[in-house]
């Protein structure tokens, strides 16, 4: 009933062993079968003496069948509430931490779990109930990196038939007969109604979510060609969506969700943005934990969630750190052959006489007004990055120095103030610089 193109004569492998059916029988398939096997057990304390009486029955199978145990007691309770996550969150990445720790230590090729047929018949009704998409259809995946599932194909009608025929005892974990946890629910309440009207059910689902499976092989190839042509790749760390070309795929919406979901983006989230995209809406913004989707004309930029740096003060020359730059600040007398008008976007040529310290580095805010070199009057901020057709995330991360009268002297990058330009009656001058 193994099934064995997944497994190696030659392996090495660590069985998630519980004391329940469907483990015990994967073990003792995997012995019968002459594989290399340990076993382990996890101890959660979850279910007072039943607990131990678990682990006294794991240990006293492995002693009888010659079987290496590893056995790990957790305090669950207490990860859940540290953690803020639900029992079977924290019991889950506990098991699985704890797995891939120690097929690492005792040098195991893979993790082995006893998984089966209606497991997954299970799950894929879960999700579909939930809300999901192909992949979710799919259900549990036989190979999952370090994680195998040799019964996923076997039925848990054959697996008990097997521990009869063996007559092989088990344990039963009392919280898998109660209804009030979701999964209970499918196992002891909707699965019975469906096998009840087509005993074909568990069988029938389980088939499809296998051809789903292959299905989601060739979307996952079409997506990988269509994204290539549909998102470029920016230098700066922005990626661009062409939306033209989006638009033109077959389904538009959900190569948006699959591109959108890799950057942390809910499908909630994705609708908002695909119809932020069609209206063609510029300005608005999508965040997501790790990053923000930008629309503008044509285009959907993507790039990091920024944090923007807390403003800097600058009391007297010296060399400063900001972010994750320097800027430098000096002083110097200014004689023509001396000190050179810097033409360099990253340097600032200030006249002293018309800059008052301390200095303010700062991102910009609505409202900001400076006066442009070589300009006549004052502009705002936002008007002066729009005229220079800066995208969301070049204007989101433009910094300003302002001095202590609250003028603006540098639009750090851009140009500096017509106020503090430096001219023939210079006598000094401050040097502000960005590398």
């Known amino acids: ?45 979850l279910r007072g003496s039943e607990s131990d009486r678990d682990e006294q029955f794991v240990v006293e199978l492995c002693a009888r069948l010659g079987v290496e145990l590893h056995r790990v007691h957790f305090d669950t309770l207490a990860y859940a509430w540290l953690h803020r ?9 506990l098991r699985y931490d704890y797995f891939e720790r120690l ?22 009704l879960m999700n579909l109930v939930r809300g999901t998409g192909i992949n979710g259809m799919c259900g549990i995946r036989s190979v999952n990196g ?14 008990e038939a097997f521990l009869a025929r063996r007559g092989q005892e088990y344990v039963t974990d009392s919280t898998n007969l109660e209804h009030d946890a979701t999964r209970n629910k499918f196992r002891l309440e909707v699965m019975p109604q469906l096998s009840a009207i087509n005993p074909c059910a568990v069988k029938n689902i389980d088939t499809t979510s296998r051809h789903l499976r292959e ?35 077959p389904s538009p ?7 959108c979901s890799r950057y942390g983006f809910t499908p909630q989230q994705t609708g908002v943005i695909f119809r932020m995209m069609k209206g063609g809406t510029k300005g608005r913004m999508v965040s997501s934990a790790t990053h923000e989707i930008a629309a503008e004309p044509s285009r959907l930029l993507i790039g990091r969630v920024g944090n923007r740096p807390k403003p800097l003060l600058i009391p007297m020359e010296g060399l400063y750190a900001y972010g994750d730059g320097h800027f430098r600040v000096s002083v110097s007398d200014f004689t023509e052959s001396s000190v050179a008008v810097s033409k360099s976007p990253s340097v600032a040529t200030l006249d002293a006489s018309a800059v008052t310290f301390p200095l303010l580095l700062r991102p910009w805010r609505d409202g900001d007004r400076f006066h442009p070199f070589g300009m006549k009057g004052s502009k705002l901020v936002s008007d002066y990055l729009t005229d220079r ?8 991360d433009q910094l300003v120095v302002e001095d202590a ?13 017509e106020k503090s330009r430096v001219g023939k009656s210079t006598e000094k001058v401050v040097v502000v610089s960005k590398n």
């Open 253 to 259: 919406e959900y190569l948006l969700n699959d591109i």
């Open 389 to 396: 057709k800066k995208n969301y995330f070049q204007r989101r």
């Open 85 to 93: 996550q639900s029992i079977e969150t924290a019991a889950r990445d």
């Open 103 to 124: 097929r690492c230590d005792i040098g195991a090729d893979a993790i082995v779990v006893a998984h089966h047929r209606d497991d997954n018949a299970e799950t894929v």
């Open 215 to 249: 299905a989601a092989k060739i979307v996952a190839w079409a997506v990988k060609k269509l994204m290539n042509d549909v998102v470029e790749c920016g230098d700066d760390g922005i990626d661009v969506v062409n939306v033209e070309r989006l638009l033109s795929t």
């Open 146 to 159: 370090r994680i195998l599932r040799p019964l996923l194909g076997v039925s848990r009608k054959d697996i």
């Open 405 to 417: 009268s609250g003028e603006i002297v540098w639009l750090v990058g851009e140009r500096t103030s």
């Open 1 to 45: 009933m193994l099934d064995s193109d997944i497994l190696s004569r030659q392996g090495r492998y660590l069985v998630a062993l519980s004391g329940g059916a469907d483990s015990v029988a994967l073990l003792l398939m995997m012995v019968d079968e002459g594989y290399y096997v340990e076993a382990v057990h996890c101890n959660f304390h």
